[in-house]
């Protein structure tokens, strides 16, 4: 019988430092949780940053289209022209001299 109260009570010593093992793992593996819901919470708001960027940069990409289609006429404009062109010019290489 005195062994087996010797042996609870070195038991009963040594089981506050196993708790405190315990105890520190869960902590750890609760700040871990804490960290990563902390990193998608930024990722998260830095996705609504993002789109609120976008969003105030609608009347510049309005204006680069305009710009763009602006462009565009002159280049099909001068294409066509240029095409009158070259037709008046083969029509003058193949008349004959």
Do not use: C
Request: net charge negative.
């Amino acid at each position: 019988m005195k062994r087996f109260t010797l042996v609870s009570i070195a038991f009963l010593f040594t089981l506050p430092v196993f708790a405190q093992t315990d105890i520190h793992a869960l902590m750890d593996q609760l700040n871990v949780g804490l960290a990563e819901r902390g990193r998608e919470h930024d990722d998260y708001n830095a996705m609504g940053q993002a789109k609120k960027s976008l969003d105030s940069q609608q009347h510049d990409v309005e204006l680069d289209q305009q710009q763009w289609d602006k462009a565009f006429a002159t280049h099909q404009k001068w294409l066509a022209d240029w095409q009158v062109k070259q037709d008046a010019n083969q029509a003058d290489i193949a008349r004959p001299h």
